[in-house]
């Protein structure tokens, strides 16, 4: 099977595009309206850019009737938002997060979490998840789709702080995630965890590399 997704319809019944690229790590994003009304939400187009120095970027798709993210909006005009590690402890509370509120209601208000705040703006982070990052908004892409909710902005953020609970490092400085066991976005309503971890090696890779590759605190 075959099919040009720009110009036919998915052969099959349920689209097949969201559930190639996987697993899809989840950006449950949380950050501060204009008004002040905190906001928390997962999104499943999130990704690292780069390591030195550290950048992220999500993307957004518009609502059907052409409004934009409210994360988005809330990025560009606070400068800040929170990136929190979605784990399968957090699974429900993740979930809950993606319902459509009205305007001025927080998602936090529905959750069961504990809201901390970052060091460098008022943003609230979620004290349960055992990773966060703080993001300082750089700027965003629009690309126009062929529908409102095809279009979408991409933001792009640097991290600026990093919180890591000291109970998932390793005694060798490295992330336990066995133990910490990440979920990922899959496609249709599936997810997944991660809980087990394999390691493989470059063959004939210099030091350099290896030490890139594995995040030497000296690179």
Not at 133 to 148: D, M, V
Request: proline share 10%; aromatic share 10%; charged share 20%.
């Amino acid at each position: 099977m075959k099919y040009a997704p720009h110009i036919e319809p998915s052969p099959l019944p349920f689209s097949p595009f969201k559930s190639c690229t996987i697993p899809r790590p989840i950006g449950w994003l949380s950050s501060v309206s204009p008004t002040g009304v905190e906001n928390i939400a997962p999104y499943s187009q999130w990704q690292n850019l780069s390591f030195d120095p550290p950048m992220v970027m999500f993307s957004a798709n518009q609502y059907p009737d052409g409004r934009r993210k409210d994360t988005v909006i809330n990025a560009e005009t606070a400068g800040w938002f929170v990136w929190n590690m979605a784990t399968w402890d957090l699974r429900e509370q993740v979930n809950l997060s993606a319902m459509a509120l009205p305007p001025g209601e927080s998602e936090f208000d529905h959750l069961t979490v504990t809201r901390d705040y970052a060091d460098n703006a008022p943003i609230p982070l979620v004290r349960e998840s055992p990773v966060k990052f703080e993001c300082r908004y750089l700027s965003t892409h629009r690309i126009k789709g062929n529908s409102p909710v095809g279009t979408i902005d991409i933001v792009f953020a640097r991290v600026e702080k990093i919180h890591i609970d000291d109970r998932v490092i390793r005694p060798d400085g490295r992330l336990d995630i066995p133990a910490i066991r990440p979920i990922a976005r899959l496609g249709y309503f599936d997810y997944t965890v991660i809980d087990n971890v394999f390691e493989m090696r470059v063959p004939g890779s210099d030091g350099d590399a290896q030490a890139g590759l594995e995040g030497r605190a000296s690179i």
